[in-house]
């Protein structure tokens, strides 16, 4: 909005019972809204067909989990190619950590293609990303950053943090958002033009880069 030229006054809902008064005085699902001049615009996706960005149908396209299964289906076929090359054994321990790894570089990618755009969608739920809005920018290079290094084996000491406190804060993020304050939200795990589902698939990259993290320092020591 400020890239328009609008002031923006945030008022933020800081309590489950603020939320439920909110969505059920305006009749929405979502929050956050936005009201321009008084007059509410709606969510992240009504706001950009509200300022041309998007067309009202692409903001009505469905839901799909293609773009995340496309993701996990290459990296996975590419570490079972690495862990062949390497030790002439497709089902190995490293294969698993090579999958995890290429799945961040290439989710990391997702993100790196529009930061800002990404970084608008982190915000609608990610605690960090609230607290400190640049966090939204710097977590795909943190993410990618963890999964070349963990492709390559090296400097685990430097990388290992980097993976559990994004992955960390991420799964928190996820649970509070979904499980805990019920909201209906797109993953910014694609992207900020993701139309996959906050949920089980968002929790899970997190959940991955927490667990190799721990995996990957716990191995060093």
Request: aromatic fraction near 10%; glycine fraction near 8%; proline fraction near 3%.
């Given at each position: 909005m400020e890239r328009q030229g609008y002031q923006v006054?945030?008022?933020?809902?800081?309590?489950?019972?603020?939320?439920?008064?909110?969505?059920?005085?305006?009749?929405?699902?979502?929050?956050?809204?936005?009201?321009?001049?008084?007059?509410?615009v709606g969510g992240y996706d009504d706001l950009r067909i509200y300022f041309g960005l998007d067309k009202p149908e692409d903001a009505q396209s469905s839901t799909s989990y293609q773009p995340i299964i496309a993701i996990f289906a290459v990296a996975f076929l590419m570490a079972l190619a690495l862990s062949w090359h390497s030790f002439e054994a497709i089902f190995t321990v490293r294969a698993f950590e090579?999958?995890?790894s290429i799945s961040m570089c290439f989710l990391a990618v997702q993100k790196l293609q529009d930061v800002e755009s990404f970084s608008t969608m982190f915000l609608n739920y990610d605690l960090l990303a609230r607290r400190w809005v640049p966090y939204g920018k710097v977590y795909p290079f943190g993410?990618?950053?963890?999964?070349?290094?963990?492709?390559?084996?090296?400097?685990?000491?430097l990388?290992?943090?980097?993976?559990?406190?994004?992955?960390?804060?991420?799964?928190?993020?996820?649970i509070k958002a979904v499980y805990i304050d019920k909201r209906e939200l797109k993953c910014a795990c694609m992207g900020g033009d993701s139309n996959v589902p906050l949920g089980s698939i968002s929790l899970t990259e997190n959940l991955m880069m927490l667990g190799m993290g721990v995996w990957m320092l716990a191995k060093m020591i």
């Open positions: 006054e945030d008022n933020h809902l800081t309590t489950r019972e603020q939320t439920d008064i909110f969505m059920d005085k305006h009749d929405v699902k979502t929050t956050p809204q936005t009201f321009v001049a008084s007059k509410r090579w999958f995890i993410e990618a950053f963890a999964g070349i290094l963990m492709t390559a084996g090296a400097l685990t000491w990388y290992a943090p980097v993976a559990i406190v994004i992955g960390g804060v991420g799964a928190a993020s996820v």
